[in-house]
């Protein structure tokens, strides 16, 4: 996750419209319980990979800004391709 770069925008039909003077608030990686199912496997000597819940955090400016428009998110890899795009309406 440390090489993957957030970017947030403002869309309105089609257009996207970057966000300036966004604001980290909170962030943390907490592990998550395994399914019953995952720890009956665990308990066979089966192999159980940790599940992580990323939580993130952000005062987002939105003065101006149509109750009509979407806020994006897209998460971009170091080499600049999208790895996620989620789009919320207010």
């Known amino acids: 996750m440390a090489s993957m770069h957030l970017f947030l925008y403002w869309k309105h039909g089609v ?4 966000i300036k003077d966004v604001v980290p608030k909170y962030f943390s990686v907490d592990p998550i319980m395994p399914t019953a199912s995952a720890r009956a496997a665990a308990s066979h000597g089966e192999p159980v990979a940790e ?3 990323w939580s993130y955090e952000f005062a987002v400016p939105s003065a101006g800004v149509p109750l009509g428009d979407s806020l994006v998110l897209i998460m971009r890899t170091a080499d600049n391709r999208i790895a996620a795009r989620v789009a919320a309406r207010m």
């Open 51 to 53: 599940k992580l819940a």
């Open 15 to 18: 257009e996207l419209r970057p």
